[in-house]
């Protein structure tokens, strides 16, 4: 079984920055594709940001120039790195990761989310 982490969120001001980390745990498992989803209030969730095992990187628009996604292979982490943060920012932000695990196959993995707050 995997299992997905995620740390970092918390309350800000905006124009602040935060961090986020989500790390993968588990026996026998390889990461394919990680990336960021967040959850505002009354909204669907949305794709924030992915990176793939070879290190190319796709983002919303909204979050384009501000925010950074990268991860550490070998800590079988991955980062958010938000700056310039907005109020619209504010939500519930989830890692993801398609994982292939020796036991089971390959499936979609989700942290149990962090919630960011961008206040005024």
Do not use: H
């Not at 290190?55 to 790195?81: E, M």
């Amino acid at each position: 079984q995997v299992q997905l982490v995620e740390s970092g969120g918390g309350l800000v001001q905006a124009g602040g920055s935060l961090r986020l980390s989500c790390v993968a745990s588990g026996r026998r498992f390889r990461i394919n594709t990680m990336g960021w989803y967040r959850q505002a209030t009354g909204k669907q969730r949305e794709s924030v940001a992915l990176i793939t095992s070879d290190g190319s990187t796709n983002y919303v628009d909204s979050v384009k120039g501000r925010f950074t996604i990268s991860r550490d292979n070998a800590k079988n982490t991955v980062y958010l790195q938000m700056n310039s943060l907005k109020p619209e920012d504010t939500a519930v932000y989830y890692c993801n990761a398609n994982i292939w695990v020796i036991a089971t196959g390959t499936d979609d993995y989700w942290g149990q989310g962090t919630q960011v707050t961008v206040s005024s």
